[in-house]
């Protein structure tokens, strides 16, 4: 196997470290913003609308951010959302505590929607480099996108847990100022050490190139879509507004308790995550393995996923009254889940560069995230809406729906024949 050339291995690093810095800050936000204001009785629905535009703007930014970085360059699109990214903090830092709930949802929204477009800019930027980077050999590329989606990952969990022990110890305020601070540092750093390696942007690239006639990107953009609403649907308003009713007695010192707590587990399970996505190659003995046999395997695995949140649904319904034996087994399933989840996502994300050529490596990516990012803009939505319905129960059952969703568009992706590409 080549090595990387050493101008290619800096740039690869530094686009890494700068990653990491941005999702230490959006792991830390998202948890700052849900405990903040459920504490301030948000509703469960409330706080669905509260991510709902840094979704919807993820939707956007990333079907737009492919002819960005075509027509700008990689380094345009990173600097501009960790730039981003540090404005939306300072303007969250202005919220006034004497709002009405309806201004301070819509501000909120506002402030999140930026932070929307500022992480797939950072995202598409940082996967898009990867293909450009990598070196040639057997399995390279699948090792390279694995470490770097599997360490993002890591340090976003730090980041989960970073928010909740902040505002626990520092407040609201004062914690969104020190990430502001922080990054600003980091983005400084990278802008004056990141070295050359990177595409500069061409002139001729069209919008209308985002969209893909390459089946493959189609379908597995389909399956993404569905595996990220699977994981969203619990994971963002349900399962933390239910660990929280199960483990706060409602007194102050109650409160920062269950904030650890829930914290730790979102952490764990994102760092979880991501390490599996990290050992992703290894797991799934990927170097001897065709892009077909990886096709099937990421169809066989989100079948296994379905299958998770189904019997999960099942024993909440059945069990009725929390218990802890019963917040045990929910945390074991939901580890689990982390577990078959990363083995997708690493599939998925090995795919997308795989199918795509060198020259339209932002187009189809930025295409792909902007499915990834509708998937989570829906399991946003259904997370909030389901837990209102259904609680618990409601919001895993549509998990399963959604795994099941994402199966059938994989069961499509492996049946494309190599003479429908030519």
Request: charge should be positive; glycine fraction near 10%; include cysteine.
């Given at each position: 196997m080549s090595a990387a050339a050493p101008s290619g291995l800096r740039a690869y690093l530094a686009v890494t470290a700068a990653y990491w810095a941005f999702m230490l800050t959006d792991g830390a936000l998202r948890m700052l913003v849900l405990l903040h204001f459920h504490t301030l009785g948000f509703t469960a629905l409330q706080l669905a609308y509260l991510f709902l535009l840094y979704e919807l703007?993820?939707?956007?930014?990333?079907?737009?951010?492919?002819?960005?970085?075509?027509?700008?360059?990689?380094t345009s699109t990173l600097y501009a959302g960790l730039g981003i990214q540090i404005a939306a903090l300072v303007a969250l830092a202005q919220l006034d505590p004497g709002w009405s709930v309806a201004a301070s949802v819509a501000f909120v929204m506002a402030v999140q929607g930026a932070s929307g477009v500022a992480k797939?800019?950072?995202?598409?930027?940082?996967?898009?480099?990867?293909?450009v980077l990598a070196p040639s050999g057997q399995g390279a590329?699948?090792?390279?996108?694995?470490?770097?989606?599997?360490s993002k990952n890591a340090v976003k969990g730090l980041?989960?847990?970073?928010?909740?022990?902040?505002?626990?110890?520092?407040?609201?305020?004062?914690?969104?100022?020190?990430?502001?601070?922080?990054l600003t540092l980091v983005l400084a750093a990278v802008v004056i050490f990141m070295p050359p390696g990177l595409p500069q942007?061409?002139?001729?690239?069209?919008?209308?190139?985002?969209?893909?006639?390459?089946?493959?990107?189609?379908?597995?953009?389909?399956?993404?879509?569905?595996?990220?609403?699977?994981?969203?649907?619990?994971?963002?308003?349900?399962?933390?507004?239910?660990?929280?009713?199960?483990?706060?007695?409602?007194?102050?010192?109650?409160?920062?308790?269950?904030?650890?707590?829930?914290?730790t587990f979102m952490a764990l399970w994102i760092i979880g995550y991501g390490a599996v996505q990290g050992f992703a190659p290894a797991l799934l003995r990927a170097r001897?393995?065709?892009?077909?046999?990886?096709?099937?395997?990421?169809?066989?695995?989100?079948?296994?996923?379905?299958?998770?949140?189904?019997?999960?649904?099942?024993?909440?319904?059945?069990?009725?009254?929390?218990?802890?034996?019963?917040?045990?087994?929910?945390?074991?399933?939901?580890?689990?889940?982390?577990?078959?989840?990363?083995?997708?996502?690493?599939?998925?994300?090995?795919?997308?560069?795989?199918?795509?050529?060198?020259?339209?490596?932002?187009?189809d990516v930025g295409f792909y995230y902007m499915s990834n990012a509708a998937g989570r803009l829906l399991g946003t939505l259904l997370s909030g809406l389901s837990y209102q319905l259904g609680s618990?129960?409601?919001?895993?059952?549509?998990?399963?729906?959604?795994?099941?969703?994402?199966?059938?568009?994989?069961?499509?992706?492996?049946?494309?024949?190599?003479?429908?590409?030519a």
């Open positions: 703007m993820g939707v956007i930014t990333n079907l737009s951010a492919g002819w960005i970085a075509a027509r700008f360059g990689l797939d800019l950072s995202k598409m930027s940082a996967k898009s480099a990867v293909k590329l699948f090792r390279w996108v694995a470490a770097l989606t599997g980041g989960f847990l970073l928010g909740a022990a902040l505002l626990a110890t520092a407040g609201f305020v004062p914690a969104v100022w020190a990430m502001a601070g922080a942007g061409a002139k001729g690239a069209k919008f209308k190139d985002v969209f893909s006639k390459d089946p493959r990107v189609n379908w597995l953009s389909a399956a993404r879509l569905f595996l990220f609403g699977a994981r969203d649907v619990w994971f963002v308003v349900g399962i933390p507004i239910y660990f929280y009713s199960v483990l706060s007695d409602g007194s102050v010192e109650g409160n920062r308790a269950a904030f650890f707590q829930i914290g001897d393995k065709t892009d077909a046999q990886i096709t099937g395997l990421a169809r066989l695995w989100v079948g296994l996923l379905a299958l998770i949140p189904a019997m999960l649904a099942l024993l909440v319904a059945l069990a009725g009254a929390p218990a802890p034996w019963l917040t045990g087994a929910l945390v074991a399933g939901l580890m689990l889940f982390g577990v078959v989840f990363a083995l997708n996502s690493a599939l998925h994300s090995y795919l997308i560069l795989a199918f795509t050529k060198a020259e339209r490596v932002t187009m618990l129960p409601l919001c895993l059952g549509t998990a399963a729906a959604m795994a099941g969703a994402s199966w059938l568009a994989a069961s499509r992706l492996q049946r494309i024949s190599p003479a429908r590409l």
